[in-house]
């Protein structure tokens, strides 16, 4: 296979020749600034050792009027109680001096000889910023780039820093993207002693938000025990809350404080950073770009509920830069629900998103580079990168056993959206959870009764809930023994193509005594038989189940609109189309699920992000697996073309994303010559993956959109018809 390397970056105009000028800070307004920051801590500390010597004079001199026989008892007790109070204050107040940074987020440290492009370019960006060049270059799983001092007072005193680049954020951005993002950063250390200046107020500002924003345990507990407990027996706990908040008060008025002395710098720093950022990606695409961001942290926050989801299911994504890419949707993509970024308000180190844009769009800068191949193609070995990062994450930020966790793809834990929002769903409701979203109720009765009135369907929907009550165990069980064992099914096939592709894989968790292809084919293949035996006696089920449902539809179908209730009767008109929909999606649903679990493996893959230095066995996996993905896709495609929509383009080019004929088209492709010509190679391989990912997307919703969309109408149909 040919392999498809990466389109190296270029500049338009040679990175030798600086055009980047910064708008610069006058000497005489950033010293007396600094020197408020710098004084700060000091006068503070002060003000701490002032009030412990008048405290212990105080109790001093009590003592000895107490002792002279000059204080009454009363009082004497009185003073002591409130220098102890006192005492116990400024005991808070040193808690801020002593408390531990926050722990960083585990990294790993790349090296020029592994990652050439990557160092070419920052030594590039370097030089157009003028900032200071980066010590270590390190990675972690995190949707941000940040440049930061390390090695304490001494290494701010060396200039050495730290840049550190988010694979998640490399997974879903161009290479021209993260230049962007990776200058924004350098341009807010400059080189020289201005930018040491501007790393103290940073680093200033950064302590004292965590000193004083920072909650210890005992204080996250007592405002648990204030809420939980009862207005009486609370008073006490409230009345040291309450003298909790007034010793944070001077803590916070020195953070305030500083933050108004590092206003100007900081506000200076940002537009500086913009600036530069500008200057290399353009200014429009600045600007389409910048209220886009807020949605890479999102999607961050997305992988994260499904590593949580995950740990409870002790089932962990195996990439999570690709979970989190696939989540983040394309930069430059107009939100459709009014999103903003991450700083869209503004803040007092930062302008506001609409100061920023008019700012850039002011500038009318022209793209510096040109760029618009994947991020990741500036690293070598991204995938295996990727995957050990994440193994990072677990172990050392999370702390989790990975023996007692099964390593699964990345796209596999996208599925379990679906087995939660069906816990509140109402086909769940409807059937008492003894149907599953992902199965069919649907053309499994034969010897379907005649009679199609009114009281026939009364009848029979009242037979199938007498029959319900004996059965609802069981067929829960046989539901999770099925989904159990599709879900072994989906792990297998994805062992099997990393077998294929020579990528490893801890093969103990899969049950399998080898890391080998056969094995874990003949493993999947007895895994599917028995998964057919379970799904023999789970139809049988699942055919009193279709009577039910159609007896509850059947009786809205055969009456009058005039005769129903309001909400029942405007689901009169739709109920045909939505019926017809569910039909014939439920027919070709075999398909897809024999599609998800090859798509599964073939995601995991991670072709998207493969380089020159690609998996030996990559072409032979993807040759498997690129046939039988393209024909169940074209299978479960061509009979939806005749489906009608009620919207201008037709509901196949809805679900494919593209002309249906032109979808077939591609899929009807000989891919069994994958990787062997110069026109089948990775290239080719990613499109199949973005057309069958879309479509597979886009098949699922619309299936459970309407699945419960029929629940929810017999629902109300059996609420009208039978219990009232």
Not at 358 to 378: H, I, N, T, V, Y
């Amino acid at each position: 296979m040919s392999a498809a390397t990466a389109s190296h970056i270029s500049f338009i105009e040679s990175p030798s020749r600086a055009k980047f000028r910064r708008s610069g800070l006058s000497w005489l307004l950033l010293l007396p600034n600094l020197a408020v920051v710098l004084l700060l801590p000091l006068l503070f500390i002060g003000l701490l050792l002032l009030s412990c010597w008048w405290l212990v004079m105080q109790t001093h001199g009590t003592i000895n009027e107490f002792a002279l026989g000059h204080l009454p008892a009363w009082r004497a007790g009185a003073q002591m109680s409130l220098l102890a109070l006192g005492y116990l204050n400024c005991l808070l107040l040193f808690k801020p001096l002593f408390v531990k940074a926050p722990r960083r987020p585990s990294t790993r440290l790349l090296k020029a000889v592994d990652h050439p492009e990557l160092f070419e370019l920052l030594s590039d960006l370097q030089k157009i910023s003028h900032s200071m060049k980066p010590s270590e270059v390190q990675v972690d799983n995190s949707m941000r780039v940040r440049m930061q001092v390390t090695h304490g007072l001494f290494g701010w005193l060396k200039g050495h820093t730290t840049l550190v680049i988010g694979l998640p954020l490399a997974a879903s951005t161009t290479s021209r993207e993260l230049a962007g993002a990776v200058i924004n950063q350098m341009a807010r250390h400059p080189a020289g002693l201005h930018g040491r200046l501007l790393q103290i107020f940073s680093g200033m500002n950064a302590w004292l938000d965590w000193a004083v924003c920072r909650r210890d345990p005992w204080e996250q507990a007592l405002a648990q025990a204030v809420k939980s407990a009862p207005k009486r027996r609370g008073l006490p706990m409230r009345l040291a809350q309450a003298f909790l908040w007034l010793t944070q008060r001077p803590v916070w008025v020195f953070m305030a404080v500083a933050r108004v002395a590092s206003a100007g710098p900081m506000r200076r720093m940002v537009r500086d950073a913009d600036k530069c950022e500008a200057q290399i990606v353009g200014s429009k695409a600045f600007a389409e770009a910048l209220p886009e961001r807020g949605r890479f942290e999102r999607a961050w926050q997305e992988a994260g509920r499904k590593v949580q989801e995950g740990v409870k299911a002790e089932r962990l994504p195996d990439n999570l830069p690709l979970l989190a890419a696939r989540h983040a949707k394309p930069t430059g993509q107009k939100s459709r629900d009014g999103e903003e970024g991450v700083d869209s308000q503004g803040s007092l180190f930062c302008p506001s998103d609409e100061a920023r844009i008019r700012q850039a769009l002011a500038w009318g800068f022209k793209p510096m580079m040109d760029g618009d191949s994947e991020a990741s193609s500036l690293f070598r070995d991204f995938n295996d990168l990727a995957r050990q990062s994440t193994q990072f994450y677990y172990q050392q930020d999370l702390g989790l056993n990975l023996s007692r966790c099964r390593v699964v793809a990345a796209e596999e834990t996208l599925k379990q959206r679906h087995e939660e929002t069906a816990q509140c769903s109402f086909v769940e409701r409807f059937f008492q959870g003894m149907a599953d979203p992902d199965r069919v109720v649907c053309g499994l009765v034969q010897n379907a009764s005649a009679a199609h009135d009114l009281p026939s369907f009364v009848a029979e929907l009242k037979s199938c809930r007498q029959w319900m009550p004996g059965m609802v165990d069981q067929v829960r069980m046989l539901r999770r023994e099925w989904s159990k064992g599709w879900q072994r099914c989906r792990d297998l096939e994805m062992g099997h193509a990393f077998a294929l592709a020579g990528m490893p894989l801890d093969n103990h968790q899969y049950g399998v005594a080898a890391h080998s292809a056969p094995l874990y084919r003949e493993e999947h293949d007895a895994q599917a038989v028995s998964l057919s035996f379970t799904e023999e006696s789970l139809v049988h089920s699942e055919a009193r189940l279709e009577s039910l449902l159609t007896a509850a539809l059947g009786l809205v179908a055969l009456s009058p609109p005039s005769t129903l209730p309001e909400a029942l009767a405007a689901r009169t008109a739709e109920l045909e189309w939505q019926a017809g929909l569910y039909v014939a999606l439920g027919q070709q649903l075999a398909h897809m699920r024999n599609l998800t679990t090859l798509f599964n493996a073939y995601q995991a893959l991670g072709l998207r992000h493969v380089g020159a230095s690609m998996p030996m066995g990559l072409p032979e996996a993807l040759r498997y697996l690129a046939p039988r993905i393209a024909s169940l896709a074209g299978q479960a495609l061509q009979p939806l073309q005749a489906l009608p929509s009620r919207s201008a383009p037709s509901l196949a080019e809805e679900l494919a994303g593209m002309n249906p004929a032109e979808a077939l088209a591609f899929l009807g492709r000989d891919w069994a010559r994958l990787g062997t010509t110069q026109e089948m190679g990775i290239a080719e391989a990613v499109a199949l993956g973005r057309l069958v990912e879309r479509f597979s997307d886009h098949f699922f919703s619309l299936y459970h959109r309407v699945f419960d969309w029929l629940s929810e109408t017999a629902e109300m149909a059996e609420a009208h018809f039978v219990r009232a």
